[in-house]
T-cell receptor
């Protein structure tokens, strides 16, 4: 069974601070997605990383896929209150379904 | 492209009743997935269709759950004899090979069983 562990589970920071969320597994994934979810809504795709060592940037968000394709990180620079939400990583393996981490609930205080 | 849609968005039912949810995937997406998400957790896979064929079912999907995708377009998820433990957000996603199999999620149906 493939498992993804996310840390931290909760994060509360002040506007303007930087933060990193981690997603770790003992399994290899063919790709890894990061989603953001608002209360009462479905997850919204932020990025897909496929190649080991890959780094993708989306404005103030930087995503990295580990060389061995077992782990990933999300770094947010100068966080804003609009970044508040549940951040989920999800790995795609040989099976079609995604394996999700339990999420990181981020709160950015103004 | 209108994205994945789900209906209803909210459902409150009494224990023992049957409920049915509908998912309309992104048009031309041949793969459709159902997930369940409980409070404080990430979504958990339930089942997936390729066109009209149901190819995989999680052991989370008890005999009271049934999913269909009769014409390879929309899908329905039915829960019979609901239990309080069925209370959750039910999410639908769709993907296509052209899109690299990236899954796009609908807004979900939140079920509360009283």
């Amino acid at each position: 069974t493939q498992l993804l562990e996310q840390s931290p589970q909760f994060l509360s920071i002040q506007e303007g601070e930087n933060l990193t969320v981690y997603c770790n597994s003992s399994s290899v994934f063919s790709s890894l997605q990061w989603y953001r979810q608002e209360p009462g809504e479905g997850p919204v795709l932020l990025v897909t990383v496929v190649t080991g060592g890959e780094v993708k940037k989306l404005k103030r968000l930087t995503f990295q896929f580990g060389d061995a394709r077992k782990d990933s990180s999300l770094h947010i620079t100068a966080a804003q209150p609009g970044d508040t939400g549940l951040y989920l990583c999800a790995g795609a393996g040989s099976a079609r379904q995604l394996t999700f981490g339990s999420g990181t609930q981020l709160t950015v205080l103004p | 492209d209108t994205g994945v849609s789900q209906d209803p968005r909210h459902k409150i039912t009494k224990r023992g009743q049957n409920v049915t949810f509908r998912c309309d995937p992104i048009s031309e997406h041949n793969r459709l997935y159902w997930y369940r998400q409980t409070l404080g957790q990430g979504p958990e896979f339930l089942t997936y269709f390729q066109n009209e064929a149901q190819l995989e079912k999680s052991r989370l999907l008890s005999d009271r759950f049934s999913a269909e995708r009769p014409k390879g377009s929309f899908s329905t998820l039915e829960i019979q004899r609901t239990e309080q433990g069925d209370s959750a957000m039910y999410l639908c996603a769709s993907s296509s090979r052209r899109g690299g199999e990236t899954q796009y999620f609908g807004p979900g149906t939140r079920l509360l069983v009283l």
